[in-house]
């Protein structure tokens, strides 16, 4: 009995070496989802992979896809900083606005912004708000403002 | 008398450790020059000569550790600008000797031995206070550093005793107490062999590294008048939460001793039961409510039933260790190296926890982690040769499965800490406006500041989290 003990260690470090090896060769079975857009990314606030994806070419000002399960069980189509927004991510979008991703018609963003983080909203450049017991459910925010927006 | 068979296994036991600080040295080599505590010390550095980066470090107030930055300058120089390779390869390098000379100290020469391994590694790395000292690059882990000096410290103990050995124990204490505090233990480490049978070390030779702790003390404290750290210089955990300066200088500012000694039984107990860490009863508080995470669980369950291992051998064996104290005495063989082992960690703990006294961090006791783990292992060993001391098999598995689990959680860790690193790089400006003085970096320094985020967040590798579903809830990622 009391030799099993060798078991868990040994297996444990299998675990560990083989999935560092199969990685090596392109595994990612067990990888979490990585942000291929900078909508994604700015959604799960990953801010250094927002700046990989920018610095290789795509524009942070143009509407981009979030795939389902990053920000809700919805795919949408929006702004990296509206994004953050709707992910909740302060930090993130003054990091954005700094890195020149603010360059569009914020009405949109500010409509996010009153729905799911008024806090941003002075730098944003409107009101500021007072902040709703609880956030807006995204996709509900979303419809919202898209709505606003057409009329 | 070292049989063909015995190196045998103890080649296999070098070649296991040289396979796991593989797997976590490749780790380790996603993560990028950490911003915080690691690029101010690069813009220390820079363009000064080691002398001069080490002699201020002498008149550093209430810190002393000049050579700690040295060793910081002389990589920096030898990096010729490769700064990431170079910090994170010497620190995978670190790790790789630190594992060859545990198992060197273990001196594993039996299949029990051999057996009793993977388990015995799975504790020195999987251990709470271990962590830091792989997570955190500063950029050079000087506590990394420190569990390096304890291991040779042993490897030079059960060594034959020569002038040369004597002249090694001397230096080694002396780079180790002048990185930093806690280096002051390897003096404890060779009081403590030298006591327990290991004789590589003279009794002159002891007598000269009392004499250098002596000249440590007159130097720091005398001659050059350096102080203490004070209540007010940072946050300490205390019951359930978590104190400010502010808050620690009101309660305890008239009388710091009743907070020391918190500070020192709580070392201890983070040791031993993995609660409290950083002075905060963190499970506690959560099992009083009703929510403890799973990672905690299995921290603390696994500590626990671990201690209660070593404590069992330990109570088994005292009987045997007075008798063995006069054979050492005699100048005879008295204990094994089990009983040598556990003794050493009885001895380094308290000591260790002084050190923590102060200010509660897991780090600091990673010393006494790391002797724990080598009790850990000769249990197991015994266990494992048909010893018997009424231990049941199903505890034992617990044992097994917990550090296995919290093994590894290490390198789950890790990976996590590369994505954290990218990140706090691309908050570089919301950093450098936080910090206490304005950061005014010269060309240079930019040049150093650009190729650092560079490597932290453009060239990066591009390391996913890994995703386990409810099994991720059994990791430590607070460490």
Same mark, same amino acid.
């Given at each position: 009995m009391t030799r099993r003990i060798l078991l868990p260690p040994i297996a444990a470090f299998a675990l560990v070496a083989l999935y560092v090896v199969a990685e090596s060769f392109g595994f990612d079975g067990l990888a979490a989802a990585e942000p291929t857009t900078v909508s994604e990314a700015a959604a799960m606030g990953r801010a250094a992979r927002a700046l990989q994806l920018m610095a290789e070419g795509q524009d942070p000002n143009r509407p981009q896809h979030i795939a389902s399960g990053v920000l809700d069980s919805g795919e949408y189509e929006v702004r990296p900083l509206e994004a953050a927004i709707l992910g909740r991510h302060l930090e993130m979008v003054r990091l954005l606005q700094r890195s020149g991703a603010a360059r569009f018609d914020m009405s949109r963003a500010i409509c996010f912004a009153r729905a799911r983080l008024p806090e941003v909203l002075p730098e944003l450049g409107a009101e500021h708000a007072a902040s709703p017991d609880a956030p807006a459910e995204i996709a509900a925010a979303i419809t919202i403002c898209m709505q606003a927006q057409a009329q | 008398m070292i049989t063909e068979s015995d190196r045998y296994y103890h080649r296999l036991a070098f070649a296991y450790a040289a396979a796991v600080a593989a797997v976590m040295g490749t780790l380790l080599l996603e993560i990028p020059v950490q911003l915080s505590d690691s690029f101010t010390e690069f813009t220390a550095v820079h363009g000064r000569s080691l002398w001069q980066v080490t002699a201020a470090e002498f008149y550093n107030g209430t810190y002393f550790r000049p050579f700690r930055r040295a060793l910081i300058k002389i990589v920096y120089d030898a990096s010729a600008g490769h700064y990431y390779l170079a910090f994170r390869g010497f620190q995978a390098l670190e790790l790789l000797l630190l594992l060859l000379l545990v198992v060197r100290m273990l001196r594993v020469r039996s299949a029990a031995g051999l057996l009793s391994l993977p388990l015995g590694l799975a504790i020195v790395v999987g251990i709470h206070t271990f962590a830091g000292t792989v997570r955190e690059g500063l950029p050079i882990n000087h506590f990394l550093t420190i569990l390096i000096c304890c291991a040779a410290a042993v490897n030079l103990a059960q060594g034959e005793r020569s002038p040369l050995t004597d002249v090694a124990a001397v230096a080694l204490l002396t780079v180790a107490t002048l990185t930093i505090e806690s280096g002051l233990l390897i003096w404890t480490i060779f009081a403590a062999t030298y006591f327990v !049978?290991?004789?590589?070390?003279s009794r002159s030779a002891l007598i000269a590294l009392t004499a250098c702790i002596g000249m440590y003390f007159l130097g720091r404290f005398?001659?050059?008048g350096g102080g203490a750290p004070g209540l007010n210089e940072r946050s300490a955990g205390f019951g359930f939460s978590v104190l400010s300066p502010d808050d620690l200088v009101r309660r305890?500012?008239?009388?710091?001793l009743p907070f020391y000694a918190y500070n020192f039984l709580c070392a201890i107990s983070s040791v031993l039961l993995a609660e409290p860490r950083g002075g905060v009863w963190a499970f506690t508080r959560e099992l009083t409510s009703g929510r403890p995470e799973p990672w905690q669980v299995v921290n603390v369950v696994t500590s626990a039933t671990t201690t209660l291992l070593i404590a069992r051998f330990a109570a088994v064996r005292l009987p045997r260790w007075r008798t063995a104290w006069r054979a050492e005495a005699g100048g005879?063989? !008295?204990?094994d190296d089990a009983d040598r082992f556990t003794i050493l960690f009885l001895v380094v703990l308290p000591f260790n926890a002084l050190f923590a006294s102060g200010y509660e961090k897991d780090v600091i006791m990673s010393p006494a982690g790391l002797f724990y783990a080598a009790a850990a292992y000769f249990v197991f060993r015994e266990l494992l040769s048909?010893?018997?001391?009424?231990?049941g098999p199903a505890l034992v598995l617990v044992v097994a499965v917990g550090w296995s689990v919290r093994f590894v959680g290490i390198h789950d860790n890790l990976r996590a800490r590369a994505l954290s690193v990218q990140d706090e790089w691309a908050y570089y400006d919301d950093w450098a406006r936080n910090q206490p003085n304005d950061i005014h970096l010269n060309a240079e320094e930019q040049a150093i500041r650009q190729h650092l985020y560079e490597d932290a967040v453009l060239r990066a590798p591009r390391v996913p989290q890994l995703s386990l579903g409810v099994l991720d809830r059994m990791f430590d990622l607070t460490q």
């Open positions: - | !049978g290991y004789r590589g070390i005398v001659l050059i305890f500012g008239d009388n710091p005879e063989d !008295g204990f048909g010893a018997k001391f009424a231990i």
